[in-house]
């Protein structure tokens, strides 16, 4: 079994721990900084399996003005089954400078829905990190997970598919890498 980030990482040790002791443990949410670039789209698969949720969709603050509480109801409904609830995970991405107000009234939105809906939080600026946890603990324990810097295979692999898109080949990896 390969994790590929640390979200995943720790609730499948959870996951674990409650297996060994046969007891529930809280989880928290997760506020991921997307160091070096990295993102948590390829992963929320696995993550939201990980948190018993088969569902999950992404919700940009990037992409509006205010109001995020009401647009995200709107889009929960868009994603919800006839006549149910949304029962899944959320990615929230949340933009640079987003309001705290805003975030507050979000907040109480999603501990609303906490029953069927699981966030995951995911900021690019290393700035807000402290400042989103802050609006977040609020409502619910938070971690702060960090995007790894990527290893030398991943660095080839990326520069590999760029070339392929280009028509040409990458005939010596190791070259690069040195």
């Not at 709107?74 to 805003?102: H, R």
């Not at 966030?119 to 603990?137: L, M, Q, T």
């Not at 960090?146 to 990896?173: H, N, P, S, V």
Request: glycine share 6%.
């Amino acid at each position: 079994r390969v994790m590929r980030n640390k979200i995943s990482e720790e609730l499948f040790a959870l996951q674990k721990k409650e297996s060994v002791r046969g007891m529930k443990f809280p989880r928290p949410y997760y506020l991921f900084w997307e160091k070096y670039g990295r993102s948590l789209k390829g992963e929320m698969d696995e993550i939201c399996g990980l948190l018993k949720k088969t569902a999950w969709f992404e919700f940009d603050t990037a992409q509006y003005d205010s109001n995020y509480a009401d647009k995200l109801k709107i889009e929960v409904g868009k994603q919800s089954m006839l006549g149910k609830g949304y029962d899944g995970c959320l990615l929230i991405s949340i933009a640079e400078g987003v309001d705290e107000n805003e975030l507050i009234k979000l907040m109480e939105y999603i501990k609303g829905q906490e029953e069927l809906v699981v966030p995951v939080f995911s900021v690019k600026c290393e700035e807000e990190v402290e400042r989103i946890k802050s609006v977040i603990e609020r409502y619910h324990y938070c971690r702060i997970a960090e995007g790894e810097e990527y290893t030398a295979k991943e660095q080839t692999d990326i520069i590999r598919q760029e070339l392929e898109q280009c028509g040409f080949e990458l005939e010596d990896a190791q070259a690069v890498l040195e």
